[in-house]
């Protein structure tokens, strides 16, 4: 109980119980001035030339990820994790730059809540990988399972295989990139962001989306509630030219077949919908 | 219809919702808050406009591209422009006397150039938070 009263402590003294909030705008500005820098203020300083390994056979999820952040506290940039052998969440919470990669596969949740570390994968990945993922990159060589980018809010997450079903489901932002084909209801309840499937899409693509783009090239099994077709702007070739070329998944005719699917919109709001109007849209 | 009829892609002037103040249709009258987004969430950026400071980020993180912060936009809260801020939830103001460009991209890149000083410097609300109530 000491550490509580610590913290209790720390926060009266902060003047955060003390806070008067009435009568005063609760809008925060900006400060021009800000002297931040590129990454958090307390996230470790790295070296991406500084290379170190570690060996997870005979280690649990809970040792790997206490390695990995004892590796960043020694300034080590770049870490080579051998022999992960599937197992469920690790390189999770990562919220500093790294150069990450993991040879084998992953079992679930692998490399969620990470904000910003670059992740290259050579083998497979379970369900929910990149769950809730912030910022950075994350590369798999292989597959991917269910909900893959599970909640995405930003960075791009990128299988060069094909990936299960529920991909991106209730993603809030970032690329999701599949090489292959994904699975059924892909993009359902996707809020904003942009999913490129080079392949085929399984059925209710985009069911129930709120906002954000979803780009397939192959076939469309069939669309879901409120996913309507889109024009395919310019802007949108451009940035799927440079986003595929990015990651080696760029097909050798192009980006000028592929389909744009986003929200009919139809749903915002959906509670305050007469009955009529709710049974027009579903 | 009782729901929204905003879009982003509705937006025909890159001052409509400084002008506007927010609160445009009935709906929205009625509930005293605007409904859906106050930008065009799906803009992608345009990467000749990228400002010096965003591509030494870039090269510090590691990255080909501005990643997250494409997802990142001017927007307009309370008829004032302002950035969302993902961490703390909550819209941060642009200063009064700051002088904005004329279009939506070169505005977006400004807003991403704020929101990263704001979100690392030692005065972000969740860095005060971190101090006061972290536990390890």
Known sequence: ?????????????????????????????????????????????????????????????????????????????????????????????????????????????????????????????????????????????????????????????????????????????????????????????MQRGRMVVCGNAGKNLGDSMYDGIIFVGGEIKDLGIDAVPGEVTDLDRAWLTRKLKMYDLLPAKGVDHFKKIVAGKQLWNYDNLEPTEKKLIL | MAGTSYKGSQITDVDQFIKGGGIESDREKEIGQHIG????????????????????????????????????????????????????????TIPEDMALPDNQQDRDMIARELLIKFQMSPNHPLAQLNKAYRKF
């Open chain 2, 37 to 92: 987004y106050r930008y065009d969430v799906n803009l992608l950026p345009d990467y000749e406009r990228l400002t010096p400071f965003l591509k030494a980020y870039m090269e510090h993180m590691g990255w080909d591209d501005l990643n997250w912060l494409e997802d990142t936009h001017m927007g307009y809260e309370e008829g004032r422009p302002a950035v969302f801020d993902r961490n703390i939830n909550g819209w941060v």
């Open chain 1, 1 to 189: 109980m000491a550490g509580v009263n610590e913290q209790s402590s720390a926060s009266h003294e902060m003047g955060m119980h003390t806070e008067q909030l009435s009568g005063r705008s609760q809008q925060t500005f900006f400060d021009l001035d800000e002297e931040g820098g590129f990454t958090y203020t307390d996230s470790f300083d790295v070296d991406y030339n500084k290379r170190t390994e570690i060996d997870c056979n005979n280690l649990d999820a809970k040792q790997i990820n206490l390695g990995l952040r004892d590796a960043m506290a020694n300034g080590y940039g770049t870490v080579v994790i051998k022999n992960p052998g599937a197992k469920h969440s690790i390189a999770v919470g990562i919220l500093n730059r790294l150069n990450l990669i993991i040879e084998g596969s992953l079992g679930y949740f692998g490399c969620g809540l990470i904000d910003g570390p670059n992740v290259r994968i050579t083998g497979r990945v379970g369900w929910s990988c990149a769950e809730n993922m912030m910022a950075g990159t994350i590369v798999i060589e292989k597959n991917a399972g269910s909900t893959f980018g599970a909640a995405l809010r930003g960075g791009d997450l990128v299988c060069k295989g094909s990936v299960g079903s529920r991909t991106g489901i209730d993603m809030k932002g970032g690329t999701i990139l599949v090489g292959g084909d994904t699975g059924a209801f892909s993009g359902f309840m």
